[in-house]
């Protein structure tokens, strides 16, 4: 982009040039069909160098809202993923199932609290003498619903696997599955959605661009994702400037 720029810029100053050096030397009746010729050219330059700047500029905006949107829908989805490993111990890698679970399941509400029981094995130990020992008693207080508590009544997570910009029909990939960890099995999910899918429709040296930067700004990759199926790691690939919750 900034050599197709640079090229233009350079040709419209030539051009600029020949119509001083042909209105000096060019013979008087050559010269109106020459100039015409020449400032159209100068004008189509212009216009190009100006249209190659402007679309860019025009593909970093529409590339920013529809990101925010996609990123809006991945917190949507690791919020219930999170909730499925609360309940139930793991990540789901099924979205019919997720989807399941988030209209069945309830999250239990409970009460941590100090307690002190008598302790029958010192109790004998100590000829009778009554001995007690401190315990944590964990008691159950109420069931809410995990819908309820994630959506409220807000039915968004029926086609949370839908990439709600882009490419029509797209869904998120997904998966979850157990990740060997200093001998401990630790669930993990990955959720992700292509750039080129996102992006669908423009520019595609644009997109291939995006899909190459490397920038704390920006968000790197070819993808936008949460999570990791290589990592113990439920937090998303974008930078703050695109969401103030990480």
């Known amino acids: ?16 040039g020949i119509v001083k050096v042909i209105d000096k030397y060019l013979p008087t009746k050559l010269k109106p069909v020459v100039m ?5 050219l100068i004008g ?14 025009k593909f970093n905006k529409l590339k920013e809202e529809r990101y925010k949107i996609v990123i ?9 993923e999170l909730a499925h490993r609360t309940v139930t111990g793991k990540f789901q890698g099924n979205w019919d199932n997720l989807v399941k679970f988030i209209d069945t399941a309830q999250f ?9 029981i008598l302790d029958k094995e010192l109790t004998r130990r100590y000829g009778g003498v009554e001995t007690f020992k401190d315990i944590v008693v964990i008691d159950t207080l109420d069931f809410v619903s995990v819908k309820d508590s994630l959506f409220g ?3 968004r997570y029926k086609t949370m696997m839908n990439i709600p910009v882009g490419k029509a029909g797209a869904k998120f990939e997904l998966q979850a599955g157990i ?4 001998g401990f099995q630790i669930p993990v999910f990955e959720v992700k959605a292509l750039k080129s899918i996102i992006l669908d429709g423009e ?31 439920t937090t998303g690939n974008w930078p703050k400037n695109y969401s103030i919750e990480q």
């Open 153 to 155: 009544a807000d039915d």
């Open 44 to 57: 189509f330059l212009g216009y190009a160098t100006f249209m190659s700047v402007y679309g860019e500029i």
């Open 179 to 182: 990740l060997e960890q200093n």
């Open 108 to 116: 239990t509400i409970t009460q941590r609290r100090d307690s002190t």
């Open 72 to 80: 809006e829908s991945l917190k949507d989805i690791r919020d219930a």
């Open 203 to 233: 520019d595609k040296d644009l997109i291939i661009k995006e899909n190459l930067v490397q920038s704390v700004e920006a968000v790197n990759g070819d993808a936008i994702k949460v999570g990791s199926m290589q990592e113990v790691n």
């Open 36 to 40: 015409i010729v020449l400032w159209v």
């Open 1 to 16: 982009m900034l050599t197709l720029i640079i090229g233009a810029v350079v040709v419209i100053f030539l051009t600029i």
